[in-house]
């Protein structure tokens, strides 16, 4: 299964946005799936992730601000996230998961940046 993550842009702080990371080439309903980021000058960080199951997880810095979705008929998983802060600037990266532990190799990722 390949993962690639689209619907990053400009936006300001206090907007929304959602993240779309579409899958190919697999049986996509069985895996988790997760959210990573990497701001300029970080380490990439776990942001949100869902299980097969519809279960969710999200790092604290997130938690009711993004939600996390899947379409397993689609092929997408989503990362819906509000009330966007400068700190959310990053490219976002979604790829399957264990737990945190991203299974996968990077791919190109979407940037997001919200001016202040």
């Known amino acids: 299964v390949q993962l690639q993550a689209s619907g990053g842009g400009l936006v300001q702080a206090g907007d929304s946005l959602r993240l779309s990371c579409a899958a190919s080439g697999g049986t996509f309903s069985i895996y988790d799936v997760g959210w990573f980021r990497q701001a300029p000058g970080k380490e990439r960080e776990f942001v949100a992730a869902i299980a097969w199951s519809g279960t969710t997880h999200y790092a604290d810095s997130v938690k009711g601000r993004f939600a996390i979705s899947r379409d397993n008929v689609n092929n997408r998983v989503y990362l819906q996230m509000y009330s966007l802060k400068p700190e959310d600037t990053a490219v976002y990266y979604c790829?399957?998961?264990?737990?945190?532990?991203?299974?996968?190799?990077w791919g190109q990722g979407t940037e997001v940046t919200v001016s202040s």
């Open positions: 790829s399957r998961v264990s737990g945190t532990t991203s299974l996968d190799l």
